[in-house]
């Protein structure tokens, strides 16, 4: 069974770093695709980046050339290296796994999710 623990968010100012980790106790997370989606309060969840089990990398309009997604196979972890942070950013952040194909940006293509880490960027 996949289980999904994110941690590492906080709160940083605009044009900082942060790393989230996503963790899973229960399966091999390169069995899998993973993916980061965040929601903002008042918003929907947004795609923001996602890693296939081949490690074909894919990213969000948004995010893109600030964010990067990798894999750590003998941790059994995925990363999300987020620079140059905005205000906009602030969100909370789910992790997501699945196994079927679909659209990646859709939330209705992943099957499981964590529990979320809240990041915040202030001015």
């Known amino acids: 069974q996949v289980q999904l623990v994110e941690s590492g968010g906080g709160s940083v100012q605009a044009g900082g770093s942060l790393r989230l980790s996503c963790a899973d106790s229960?399966?091999?997370?390169?069995?899998?695709?993973t993916g980061w989606f965040r929601q903002a309060p008042g918003k929907e969840r947004e795609f923001g980046a996602a890693?296939?089990?081949?490690?074909?990398?894919f990213y969000g309009d948004s995010v893109k050339g600030r964010f990067t997604i990798s894999r750590d196979n003998a941790k059994n972890t995925v990363y999300l290296q987020m620079n140059s942070l905005k205000p906009e950013d602030t969100a909370v952040y789910y992790c997501?796994?699945?196994?079927?194909?679909?659209?990646?940006?859709?939330?209705?293509?992943?099957?499981?999710w964590g529990q979320g880490t809240q990041v915040t960027v202030s001015p």
């Open positions: 997501a796994a699945r196994w079927r194909q679909g659209v990646v940006g859709s939330m209705a293509s992943w099957d499981y």
């Open positions: 229960g399966r091999t997370i390169s069995s899998y695709a």
């Open positions: 890693i296939s089990r081949s490690g074909s990398t």
